[in-house]
T-cell receptor, first 116, second 111 residues
Framework: AQSVTQLGSHVSVSEGALVLLRCNYS??????LFWYVQYPNQGLQLLLK??????LVKGINGFEAEFKKSETSFHLTKPSAHMSDAAEYFC??????????????FGKGTHLIIQP | DAGITQSPRHKVTETGTPVTLRCHQT?????MYWYRQDPGHGLRLIHYSYGVKDTDKGEVSDGYSVSRSKTEDFLLTLESATSSQTSVYFCGTSTSSYEQYFGPGTRLTVT
């Protein structure tokens, strides 16, 4: 079975500071991992994905994430926070259903707050 | 992003009434999913489909049924709505690359 733990339901950083959102996963098979962002009253938008290629993955809006198998982690970072980054962020792992349509198992989300 | 629409976007209904939510996609994606989003729980998979008339249960399927008669449409039905089904419902689609695209969501309130 697969599971995802996001450390910190709320993270607050100052504008211009480093953003670090933590995600640890559990998977019995090599994982496919994803980060999604959700702005208020909107759907989820894919930020980036890891699918067993390069361990450092670059996404949209200046975000990147590094897959570390030894730590079972897939933390999301951005060097300099912008006010527009304020949103809810979800880490997800591919769930192997056996029926051909593999869903996603999501973490509970981290609300990113940007202080001016 | 995949063209995914959900209808209705907002609905208020009474306990015990049937409710059907619709997901429509224009990308010809084979796989479709229904999730619910609740505070403190992230998104949880309700049902999914791997082709026309091919569906299966997800993590939180009790009280829900689905149907897919066309590639582009995936319906979620609450046969007899309960207050515990008050939630925001998201439809997702994917190709074989596994990344999923999501619709804008339907906010359902059961009174």
């Amino acid at each position: 079975a697969q599971s995802v733990t996001q450390l910190g339901s709320h993270v607050s950083v100052s504008e211009g500071a480093l953003v670090l959102l933590r995600c640890n996963y559990s998977s019995s098979v090599p994982p496919y991992l994803f980060w999604y962002v959700q702005y208020p009253n909107q759907g989820l938008q894919l930020l980036l994905k890891y699918t067993s290629a390069a361990t450092l993955v670059k996404g949209i809006n200046g975000f990147e994430a590094e897959f570390k198998k030894s730590e079972t982690s897939f933390h999301l970072t951005k060097p300099s926070a912008h006010m527009s980054d304020a949103a809810e962020y979800f880490c997800a792992v591919r769930t192997y259903s056996g029926g051909g349509a593999d869903g996603l198992t999501f973490g509970k989300g981290t609300h990113l707050i940007i202080q001016p | 992003d995949a063209g995914i629409t959900q209808s209705p976007r907002h609905k208020v209904t009474e306990t015990g009434t049937p409710v059907t939510l619709r997901c429509h996609q224009t990308e010809n994606h084979r796989y479709m999913y229904w999730y619910r989003q609740d505070p403190g729980h992230g998104l949880r998979l309700i049902h999914y489909s791997y082709g026309v008339k091919d569906t299966d249960k997800g993590e939180v399927s009790d009280g829900y049924s689905v149907s897919r008669s066309k590639t582009e449409d995936f319906l979620l039905t609450l046969e007899s709505a309960t207050s515990s089904q008050t939630s925001v419902y998201f439809c997702g689609t994917s190709t074989s690359s596994y990344e999923q695209y999501f619709g804008p969501g339907t906010r359902l309130t059961v009174t």
